[in-house]
Protein backbone atom coordinates (compact mmCIF):
# COMPACT_ATOMS: atom_id res chain seq x y z
CA UNK A 1 0.00 0.00 0.00
CA UNK A 2 1.30 3.34 -1.32
CA UNK A 3 0.06 6.22 0.88
CA UNK A 4 1.03 10.09 -0.25
CA UNK A 5 1.90 12.33 2.85
CA UNK A 6 1.30 16.39 2.31
CA UNK A 7 0.96 19.07 5.05
CA UNK A 8 0.63 22.74 5.41
CA UNK A 9 -0.74 23.27 1.97
CA UNK A 10 -2.02 27.00 3.11
CA UNK A 11 -4.21 27.13 0.08
CA UNK A 12 -6.28 29.50 -0.60
CA UNK A 13 -5.37 32.02 2.21
CA UNK A 14 -1.56 31.89 1.55
CA UNK A 15 -0.29 29.68 -1.84
CA UNK A 16 -2.35 30.50 -4.52
CA UNK A 17 -2.56 27.23 -5.76
CA UNK A 18 -0.78 23.74 -5.09
CA UNK A 19 2.38 22.78 -6.28
CA UNK A 20 1.75 20.81 -9.78
CA UNK A 21 4.17 18.44 -9.35
CA UNK A 22 2.14 16.95 -6.14
CA UNK A 23 -0.67 15.21 -8.86
CA UNK A 24 2.54 13.32 -10.44
CA UNK A 25 4.33 12.09 -7.13
CA UNK A 26 0.95 11.22 -5.90
CA UNK A 27 -0.22 9.51 -9.08
CA UNK A 28 0.14 5.65 -7.94
CA UNK A 29 -1.04 6.29 -4.35
CA UNK A 30 -3.89 4.58 -2.78
CA UNK A 31 -4.50 7.38 -0.05
CA UNK A 32 -3.34 10.82 0.84
CA UNK A 33 -2.93 11.65 4.66
CA UNK A 34 -3.22 15.68 4.82
CA UNK A 35 -1.35 16.50 8.41
CA UNK A 36 -3.30 19.87 8.89
CA UNK A 37 -3.23 23.54 7.74
CA UNK A 38 -4.85 23.11 4.58
CA UNK A 39 -6.82 26.70 5.32
CA UNK A 40 -9.30 25.83 3.16
CA UNK A 41 -11.62 22.95 2.19
CA UNK A 42 -10.89 23.00 -1.86
CA UNK A 43 -7.29 21.56 -0.69
CA UNK A 44 -9.47 18.28 -0.29
CA UNK A 45 -11.44 18.16 -2.89
CA UNK A 46 -8.21 18.72 -5.34
CA UNK A 47 -6.38 15.82 -3.80
CA UNK A 48 -9.21 13.74 -3.92
CA UNK A 49 -8.92 14.02 -7.93
CA UNK A 50 -6.03 11.95 -7.30
CA UNK A 51 -6.82 9.58 -4.22
CA UNK A 52 -9.04 9.56 -0.97
CA UNK A 53 -7.55 11.72 1.70
CA UNK A 54 -8.06 11.35 5.41
CA UNK A 55 -7.04 15.00 6.88
CA UNK A 56 -6.69 16.24 10.26
CA UNK A 57 -7.04 19.87 11.60
CA UNK A 58 -4.17 22.31 12.59
CA UNK A 59 -3.31 25.45 13.88
CA UNK A 60 -4.55 27.98 10.86
CA UNK A 61 -7.63 25.56 9.97
CA UNK A 62 -10.82 27.74 11.23
CA UNK A 63 -13.43 27.17 9.60
CA UNK A 64 -12.82 23.60 9.21
CA UNK A 65 -14.12 22.44 12.86
CA UNK A 66 -15.81 19.04 10.95
CA UNK A 67 -12.15 17.71 10.70
CA UNK A 68 -11.11 16.21 13.59
CA UNK A 69 -7.65 16.71 15.49
CA UNK A 70 -5.84 13.86 15.69
CA UNK A 71 -6.70 10.17 14.36
CA UNK A 72 -5.48 6.45 14.14
CA UNK A 73 -6.17 4.64 11.12
CA UNK A 74 -5.55 1.17 10.35
CA UNK A 75 -3.91 1.01 7.06
CA UNK A 76 -2.06 -2.35 5.22
CA UNK A 77 -1.90 -3.93 8.83
CA UNK A 78 -0.56 -1.02 10.25
CA UNK A 79 -2.12 1.39 12.67
CA UNK A 80 -1.22 5.27 11.67
CA UNK A 81 -1.78 8.05 13.60
CA UNK A 82 -2.16 11.18 12.01
CA UNK A 83 -1.48 14.86 13.96
CA UNK A 84 -0.92 18.14 13.48
CA UNK A 85 1.45 18.68 16.13
CA UNK A 86 0.44 22.35 17.40
CA UNK A 87 0.06 22.87 20.64
CA UNK A 88 -2.30 25.53 22.60
CA UNK A 89 -0.37 29.20 21.09
CA UNK A 90 0.11 30.30 24.82
CA UNK A 91 3.16 27.75 24.91
CA UNK A 92 4.54 28.65 21.34
CA UNK A 93 4.60 31.94 21.62
CA UNK A 94 7.89 32.42 23.19
CA UNK A 95 9.52 30.05 20.79
CA UNK A 96 7.72 32.04 17.99
CA UNK A 97 9.04 35.36 19.52
CA UNK A 98 12.63 33.84 19.67
CA UNK A 99 12.23 32.36 15.74
CA UNK A 100 11.72 36.17 14.75
CA UNK A 101 14.96 37.41 16.88
CA UNK A 102 17.62 34.47 16.18
CA UNK A 103 16.03 32.50 13.08
CA UNK A 104 15.43 29.24 14.70
CA UNK A 105 12.32 27.65 15.24
CA UNK A 106 12.15 26.39 19.00
CA UNK A 107 9.69 23.55 18.01
CA UNK A 108 12.32 22.26 15.64
CA UNK A 109 14.23 20.37 18.71
CA UNK A 110 13.31 16.55 19.69
CA UNK A 111 10.82 18.12 22.38
CA UNK A 112 8.46 18.52 19.67
CA UNK A 113 8.36 15.69 17.73
CA UNK A 114 8.11 13.67 21.82
CA UNK A 115 5.40 15.49 22.46
CA UNK A 116 4.16 13.76 19.18
CA UNK A 117 4.58 10.55 20.20
CA UNK A 118 3.13 11.14 23.58
CA UNK A 119 -0.38 12.44 22.11
CA UNK A 120 -0.56 8.55 20.87
CA UNK A 121 0.20 6.85 24.27
CA UNK A 122 -1.74 3.62 24.52
CA UNK A 123 -3.20 3.55 21.01
CA UNK A 124 -0.24 1.56 20.28
CA UNK A 125 0.26 2.99 16.66
CA UNK A 126 3.48 1.81 14.42
CA UNK A 127 3.80 5.15 12.75
CA UNK A 128 2.52 8.95 13.36
CA UNK A 129 2.43 11.51 10.64
CA UNK A 130 2.39 15.14 11.85
CA UNK A 131 3.17 18.28 10.42
CA UNK A 132 3.40 21.73 11.46
CA UNK A 133 7.42 22.60 12.10
CA UNK A 134 7.48 23.42 7.91
CA UNK A 135 10.66 20.89 7.70
CA UNK A 136 10.50 17.35 6.85
CA UNK A 137 11.69 15.00 9.06
CA UNK A 138 11.63 11.51 9.08
CA UNK A 139 13.23 9.40 12.33
CA UNK A 140 12.74 7.19 15.47
CA UNK A 141 11.23 8.87 18.48
CA UNK A 142 11.05 6.57 21.74
CA UNK A 143 10.62 3.36 19.38
CA UNK A 144 7.73 5.05 17.27
CA UNK A 145 8.59 5.81 13.51
CA UNK A 146 7.70 9.61 13.21
CA UNK A 147 7.51 11.13 9.47
CA UNK A 148 6.82 14.92 9.21
CA UNK A 149 6.50 15.17 4.91
CA UNK A 150 7.12 19.22 5.65
CA UNK A 151 5.57 21.70 3.88
CA UNK A 152 3.77 22.19 0.34
CA UNK A 153 4.39 25.52 0.80
CA UNK A 154 7.54 28.12 1.86
CA UNK A 155 6.61 31.67 3.17
CA UNK A 156 9.06 34.53 3.97
CA UNK A 157 9.30 33.53 7.54
CA UNK A 158 10.40 30.01 6.62
CA UNK A 159 12.79 31.01 4.36
CA UNK A 160 14.50 33.70 6.76
CA UNK A 161 14.82 31.28 9.64
CA UNK A 162 15.13 27.71 8.03
CA UNK A 163 17.88 28.54 5.58
CA UNK A 164 18.11 25.62 2.80
CA UNK A 165 14.30 24.68 3.37
CA UNK A 166 12.43 23.07 0.53
CA UNK A 167 9.21 22.56 -0.54
CA UNK A 168 8.08 18.81 -0.15
CA UNK A 169 6.27 15.67 0.37
CA UNK A 170 6.13 12.45 1.69
CA UNK A 171 5.34 8.75 0.96
CA UNK A 172 4.65 5.98 3.34
CA UNK A 173 5.10 2.32 1.48
CA UNK A 174 3.34 -0.57 3.81
CA UNK A 175 4.16 -4.01 2.93
CA UNK A 176 3.63 -6.47 5.29
CA UNK A 177 5.46 -6.21 8.43
CA UNK A 178 7.48 -3.21 6.83
CA UNK A 179 7.12 0.26 6.94
CA UNK A 180 9.23 2.38 4.87
CA UNK A 181 8.94 6.83 4.97
CA UNK A 182 10.44 8.71 2.31
CA UNK A 183 10.53 12.73 1.80
CA UNK A 184 10.48 13.89 -1.56
CA UNK A 185 10.99 17.13 -2.40
CA UNK A 186 9.72 19.31 -5.48
CA UNK A 187 11.36 21.77 -7.44
CA UNK A 188 11.07 25.50 -6.58
CA UNK A 189 10.78 26.34 -9.93
CA UNK A 190 7.91 24.87 -11.40
CA UNK A 191 8.99 24.85 -15.04
CA UNK A 192 11.66 22.21 -13.68
CA UNK A 193 9.22 19.46 -13.23
CA UNK A 194 9.80 16.57 -14.55
CA UNK A 195 9.58 12.68 -13.75
CA UNK A 196 12.81 12.76 -12.21
CA UNK A 197 13.07 14.39 -8.90
CA UNK A 198 16.01 15.23 -6.80
CA UNK A 199 16.22 12.19 -4.63
CA UNK A 200 14.85 11.44 -1.32
CA UNK A 201 15.23 10.67 2.22
CA UNK A 202 14.72 7.00 3.37
CA UNK A 203 13.90 5.30 6.86
CA UNK A 204 12.97 1.66 6.58
CA UNK A 205 10.86 -0.01 9.67
CA UNK A 206 11.22 -3.77 9.78
CA UNK A 207 8.30 -4.49 12.66
Not at 39 to 63: C, F, H, K, W
Not at 69 to 94: A, C, M, S, T, Y
Not at 155 to 183: C, F, H, K
Request: proline share 6%; with cysteine.
Amino acid sequence: MRVGLISDTHFPTVATRLHPAIFQVFEDVDLILHAGDLTGPDVISILEQIAPVMAVRGDQDQGLDHLPVQQVLDLGGKRIGLVHGNRPRWLEWPGFTWNMFFGQRWFLAPRFYVSVVRRFEGENVDCIVCGHVHRPFIGDVNGTLVANPGSAYINILDRRTQPGQYVSVGMLEINGDSLQASIVPLPERWQEIQREWFGSENVNREA
